[in-house]
């Protein structure tokens, strides 16, 4: 009786060996290396696949996500003989699972040395100032001859970046020499502009001042000469006024003196006037108001005829 049990558990056993032998679950973005007889099968995608048991077995499992490598720094010589320490990262995807497995075996050491191999011959071509700035024209370099090698691999090479140059230590303290020199350069440079800048304002202000304290000068003499001159005009005017006032006012020979006299005061109130009086100047100013009646009589003579026409 117990035998029968024993042969039951037997088979069920062998049952689900079986079942467990013939069923295989592939992961979300994975792909699944399968050989029958020792000789590559198929690659079975993501679900539930079914395989013979004792003919087909599971190779290797490829995940088709993109991954990436770290390179470990390495020494490089550039091509002014300057030794450089340069790490860098690699970012690749699985493009052919079937020629990922069978074209090479280990993968992550095999590019990784191919890293090491593109890289120094890059940088063996420039010199240490070309590979500190141009660390994008290394990147494309090396993502595109990279790339072209693993294409067999059936692995597609995204791209590559370098994290950190490490020069030896008396390049970098001649660098920062040289970089602390080019700072104070640039300050002494920008002290000076600064500086010019200043006395060329200075000198500018300082003739816009001269021209607009001459233009005022000009202004003010300018206006008090044209002062002067209409005060002159005005005193000739009144001055004229009066003697034609006293014409026709036909003023007698005492009035006609005081007023001369009055005339030749203003005239010495000046700051260099010498004056000379004559010792006849009351006949004098009989004789002016005898030739100002003539004056007036010829006057009046001249315009009766146009009055009675």
């Known amino acids: 009786m117990w035998v029968t049990y024993v042969v039951a558990a037997v088979i069920v056993a062998f049952v689900l060996w079986v079942s467990r032998r013939s069923i295989l679950i592939v992961h979300q973005a994975e792909t699944a290396i399968v050989e029958r007889f020792g000789k590559f099968h198929r690659a079975f995608p993501s679900g539930l ?4 048991p004792f003919f087909d077995q599971v190779r290797a499992r490829v ?6 490598i770290n390179v470990p720094p390495q020494p490089v010589i550039t091509r002014d003989n300057v030794t450089i320490s340069i ?3 690699l970012f690749y995807q699985v493009t052919d699972p079937g020629r990922a497995v069978y074209s090479v075996n280990n993968f992550s050491g095999a590019v990784e040395n191919l890293v090491q191999t593109t890289l120094r011959s890059i940088i063996g071509e420039m010199s240490l100032d070309d590979t500190l700035s141009n660390r994008e024209q290394i990147n494309s370099q090396l993502t595109m001859k990279l790339d072209r090698e693993t294409n067999d691999w059936g692995v597609k090479i995204h791209r590559i970046e370098i994290k950190q140059i490490d020069p030896p230590v008396e390049i970098k303290q ?4 040289q970089m602390r020199a080019e700072r104070d350069k640039r300050a002494m440079i920008t ?4 500086l010019k800048q200043s006395q060329i304002l200075e000198a500018e ?3 816009t001042a001269t021209v607009t304290r001459a233009e005022a000068e000009r202004q003010k003499q300018i206006l008090e000469a044209q002062g002067r001159s209409e005060a002159l005009l ?8 009066t003697l034609v006032m006293l014409r026709h006012a036909e003023a007698d020979p005492t009035v006609l003196q005081l007023k001369a006299y009055q005339t030749l ?3 010495a109130q000046g700051p260099a006037a010498t004056i000379l009086l004559p010792s006849n100047l009351g006949e004098m100013a009989g004789m002016a108001v005898t030739m100002g009646k003539a004056l007036a009589g010829r006057n009046h003579q001249g315009q009766d005829p146009g009055e009675t026409s």
């Open 49 to 52: 696949a079914t395989l013979l």
């Open 63 to 68: 995940d088709l996500r993109e991954q990436f």
């Open 87 to 89: 790490d860098s990262v």
């Open 174 to 177: 001649a660098m920062e020499k």
């Open 191 to 194: 002290q000076a502009e600064a």
């Open 205 to 207: 202000g300082f003739q």
């Open 234 to 241: 005005k005193m000739q005017q009144a001055e004229a006024d």
């Open 265 to 267: 005061a203003q005239m």
